[in-house]
């Protein structure tokens, strides 16, 4: 069995994207994201139907590789597929994994921070999954402007948040079965409850209809939402 995240404790005081981390990353996600497996494979399977040959696939957050590989291994050549990192362990990881398609010039890996700019690509899929909840409340606007001028028209944005239920009590059902998930998961509640801590203020989420109305105000006329469970959720939105 490969590294486990049971027990992972962030070599700071606030969560950051580190080597520890990244060792134990897809483990984590598993443990920690209900329904991950079902998550990831409709994100595929609904960006398939939207990618179209000799345009760009753009992932925003791309961590490990795992929302581009299945693509790239689908379409091959016939595309351009750009990841945007900012983590540094992260980016050694993904930039070894996809180096054979780097050196073909197939995959390029950015190092890009979404607060300071935005890939110039002509995109007909761009995937953010997990990704925009970690910037700043202010720049998420702009950053979802960015993604729709940068989408081919009839391109595909495929959005997946965690969010905060659209009222307190709600959001507190939510969340008490999400701990428990995670319990069942192996987690401890001391170590749920020091993740916890060290994402405040890291990891901001919305409410899902304030996420919808960040879609409609970026420009986005066609939006409907794919996946649910409980704080977790994920859109996938067209442009006209």
Not at 45 to 65: I, M, R, S, W
Not at 88 to 101: I, Q, S, T, Y
Not at 193 to 210: D, H, I, Q
Request: aromatic content about 10%; glycine content about 8%.
């Amino acid at each position: 069995m490969g590294d486990s995240s049971l027990g992972h404790v962030p070599s700071g005081r606030h969560w950051e994207f580190d080597g520890s981390v990244a060792a134990v990353f897809d483990d984590m996600l598993r443990r920690s994201i209900p329904q991950y497996e079902v998550m990831r494979h409709a994100v595929t399977e609904l960006a398939k139907h939207y990618v179209k040959p000799n345009t760009a696939v753009l992932d925003l957050g791309c961590a490990l590789g795992e929302a581009l590989a299945p693509l790239a291994e689908s379409f091959g050549a016939g595309c351009r597929y750009l990841g945007v990192e900012v983590s540094g362990p992260m980016l050694e990881a993904v930039r070894n994994r996809f180096r054979l398609l780097i050196d073909a010039g197939v995959v390029q890996i950015l190092d890009l921070d979404l607060r300071q700019g935005f890939p110039r690509v002509s995109a007909s899929v761009i995937l953010s999954v997990l990704t925009i909840q970690f910037t700043p409340i202010e720049h998420r606007l702009r950053i979802l402007e960015d993604i729709h001028t940068a989408l081919l028209p009839g391109g595909a944005f495929i959005f997946v948040e965690k969010v905060i239920g659209a009222t307190a009590a709600l959001d507190r059902d939510f969340v008490e079965l999400y701990y428990e998930f995670k319990r069942a998961g192996g987690y401890t509640s001391e170590e749920i409850e020091r993740k916890r801590l060290s994402l405040e203020g890291v990891l901001v989420p919305v409410t899902a209809r304030w996420n919808e109305e960040l879609l409609k105000t970026a420009g986005f006329k066609q939006a409907d939402c794919f996946w649910r469970w409980m704080n977790f959720a994920g859109w996938i939105a067209i442009k006209s």
